[in-house]
């Protein structure tokens, strides 16, 4: 890093310094706003429940644990378990095709440890998992950690867009079969490629040339992205959603409701967003579950609370296989 750059590095850092503080206020609400959202997510999965189960004159604890118990759990895991490993292995792939375009020359095994240990800690918190894959990166490669953020970024940034195409897709493929509500996702679409348009504009020196937010290192990615870089990771990050397909499409005909490939694709890029929502328990993703198929409260909720936190903690696992690893390199 040369002089200059160094000196706005600590230009910036210091600006983040003045601009977190107070950081106790902040620090309580970011604490305290997902446990409100889980707890209302909770209490609206209750009320769906409450009326079928008094039906059956059962309470909803009795008449949720009726559908786990109906559910052939080996078939399930069956199909869980080669889609995680998957997901695993494709989303360590990009994050060290991302490093190696922005960062450091590293090996795609080296990525692997660092990518699953960020798993375990990311069900406390994301920012902790990334906090410790920026520690290991620059102990390891020397990366400094506002490099290795601006790589970060730029992987949200693509996986925004990917869900976002894939959405429309699924949803040009189902229009007549689709929830009313989905009709507006073409325009949500074209105003995520219009802001994606003009920020790439600006981010590559086109326009706005007096506008300094480019100068900024934590932005460092989006000066060096080229356009064919973005649509890498799309096609890179896509087969792991048209795995989800077919895999959550075989696991809801488990809980015993039959749903097309077609139909899935329309509808879990959306669902995928709901799960990226902070908050235990992946409660909003397991409430939009409920909201699109409301015939059926208390399957939709018991699929939706295994699919998604199975998911989070089955990954983890591969953290804990590589955790003695990364801590050695991190602290021996």
């Given at each position: 890093?040369t002089a200059?750059?160094?000196?706005?590095?600590?230009?910036?850092?210091?600006e983040q310094?003045?601009e977190t503080v107070p950081?106790?206020?902040?620090?309580?609400l970011?604490k305290?706003i997902?446990w409100?959202?889980?707890?209302?997510?909770?209490y609206?999965l209750y009320t769906?429940?409450?009326?079928?189960?008094a039906a059956?004159?059962?309470?909803?604890?009795?008449?949720?644990?009726s559908v786990f118990?109906?559910?052939?759990?080996?078939?399930?895991l069956a199909?869980m378990?080669p889609y995680?490993?998957?997901f695993?292995?494709?989303?360590?792939a990009?994050?060290?095709?991302?490093i190696?375009?922005?960062?450091?020359k590293?090996?795609y095994k080296d990525?692997?440890?660092?990518?699953a240990s960020?798993?375990v800690?990311?069900?406390?918190?994301?920012q902790?998992?990334?906090?410790a894959m920026?520690?290991?990166?620059?102990r390891?490669e020397?990366?400094?950690g506002?490099k290795l953020g601006?790589?970060?970024l730029?992987?949200?940034?693509c996986e925004l867009?990917?869900l976002?195409?894939?959405?429309?897709?699924?949803?040009?493929?189902?229009w007549?079969?689709l929830p009313?509500v989905?009709?507006?996702?073409?325009?949500v679409?074209m105003?995520i490629v219009a802001?994606?348009?003009?920020?790439?504009?600006y981010?590559?020196?086109?326009?706005?040339?007096n506008?300094?937010?480019?100068?900024r290192?934590?932005?460092?990615?989006?000066r060096?992205?080229?356009?064919?870089?973005y649509?890498?990771i799309?096609l890179?990050r896509?087969?792991?959603l048209?795995?989800a397909v077919?895999v959550?499409?075989?696991?809801l005909?488990?809980?015993?409701?039959?749903?097309?490939?077609?139909?899935?694709?329309g509808i879990?890029p959306v669902?995928?967003?709901?799960?990226?929502i902070?908050?235990?328990?992946?409660?909003?993703?397991?409430?939009?579950?409920?909201?699109?198929?409301?015939e059926y409260?208390a399957?939709m909720?018991?699929?939706g609370?295994?699919?998604?936190?199975?998911?989070?903690?089955?990954?983890?696992?591969f953290?804990?296989?590589f955790?003695r690893?990364?801590q050695?390199?991190?602290?021996?």
């Open positions: 890093m200059a750059e160094q000196d706005d590095a600590n230009t910036e850092s210091n310094v003045n950081p106790k206020k902040s620090g309580f970011k305290t997902p409100l959202i889980t707890i209302g997510c909770f609206f769906r429940m409450a009326g079928p189960a059956q004159d059962m309470s909803v604890p009795a008449y949720l644990a118990a109906s559910v052939n759990w080996l078939a399930w199909l378990v995680s490993l998957f695993f292995l494709v989303d360590s990009i994050v060290w095709r991302v190696n375009w922005f960062d450091a590293v090996a990525i692997l440890p660092v990518r960020t798993y800690l990311s069900i406390i918190n994301e902790v998992g990334k906090g920026a520690l290991y990166l620059n390891r020397g990366v400094p506002w601006s790589s970060m730029f992987i949200m940034v867009l990917y976002c195409a894939w959405a429309n897709i699924g949803l040009a493929l189902q007549d079969n009313e989905f009709r507006g996702l073409p325009w679409g105003v802001v994606f348009a003009v920020a790439y504009l981010f590559r020196g086109h326009i706005l040339p506008f300094k937010l480019r100068d290192q934590l932005v460092h990615a989006f060096e992205a080229k356009l064919y870089q649509l890498v799309l890179m896509s087969p792991a048209l795995a077919v959550y499409a075989e696991a005909e488990l809980f015993g409701v039959e749903y097309s490939y077609l139909q899935m694709l879990l669902i995928f967003f709901g799960a990226s902070p908050g235990p328990f992946r409660a909003v993703a397991v409430s939009m579950w409920v909201i699109l198929f409301p409260p399957e909720s018991a699929f609370l295994v699919q998604h936190n199975f998911f989070i903690l089955f990954n983890a696992m953290g804990l296989i955790m690893r990364v050695k390199e991190l602290f021996d």
